[in-house]
Structures are given as structure tokens and as C-alpha cells.
């Protein structure tokens, strides 16, 4: 069973940043993959940026609305994933989960609020 804990949501003015931290409960060293995900009212949630192969050999990817603004990595001995945000866009408020998939199990966190307003 992995536990996963967000934080570093809040609310941010067009252009600025945020750096959210998802620490789980075990190591993520041996997961399959970890992400970030992000929802609003009535949409689907969408995959925001990925990391592969948690292990010594990752490769990441991001949605295209993020590419060049988001930066997803992580720290195996902390057993933290994070999503640095900059230029940050009115469109990228949203709920914002953390995901990984263990042993190909998925496990989600409870969320944080990113709100994008001037």
C-alpha cells in the first residue's frame, strides 16, 4: 500500500510559479511510473507531465499545454516527485493530483488547489 501526500498548491498570479511536492508513504524507486494529473469542474482528468521507469533510468513526458513551462522530477531517497510550474496561465487552474503506479497498482492523492488568477 503506498500513502501519497500533495502540497505546495495555492493561488498565483498570471506568470508566476509554483513547486508542488508529492511524498509517498514507501519508496518510488521501484514504482513503474509517476505523474501529475489535473482536473476541473466537468472535465476528464488530464495527464499533466509523467516520469517512466521510476528507477535509475527515467524518461518524462508532458502534455502539451505544459511543455516548456513544467518540469517534473523526482528524489528517490526523499521518495518526492515534483512539479515545478512556471509561467503559469489562467488555463492551468485546477485541482492537481499526484499518481503512481507500483507494482502496476495505481495510487492517487487526495489533491491540491492551483489557482492561476489576477
Known amino acids: 500500500q503506498v500513502q501519497l501526500m500533495e502540497s505546495g498548491g495555492g493561488s498565483v498570479q498570471p506568470g508566476g510559479s509554483l513547486r508542488l511536492s508529492c511524498a509517498a508513504s514507501g519508496s518510488i524507486f521501484s514504482a513503474n511510473a509517476m505523474g501529475w494529473y489535473r482536473q476541473t469542474p466537468g472535465k476528464q482528468r488530464e495527464s499533466v507531465a509523467r516520469i517512466t521507469s521510476v528507477g535509475s533510468v527515467g524518461s518524462t513526458s508532458y502534455a502539451d499545454s505544459v511543455k516548456g513551462r513544467f518540469t517534473i522530477s523526482r528524489d528517490n531517497a526523499k521518495n518526492v516527485v515534483y512539479l515545478q510550474m512556471n509561467s503559469l496561465k489562467p488555463e492551468d487552474t485546477a485541482i492537481y493530483y499526484c499518481?503512481?503506479?507500483?507494482?502496476?497498482?495505481?495510487?492517487w492523492g487526495q489533491g491540491t488547489q492551483v489557482t492561476v488568477s489576477s
Open positions: 499518481n503512481i503506479i507500483k507494482n502496476y497498482v495505481n495510487y
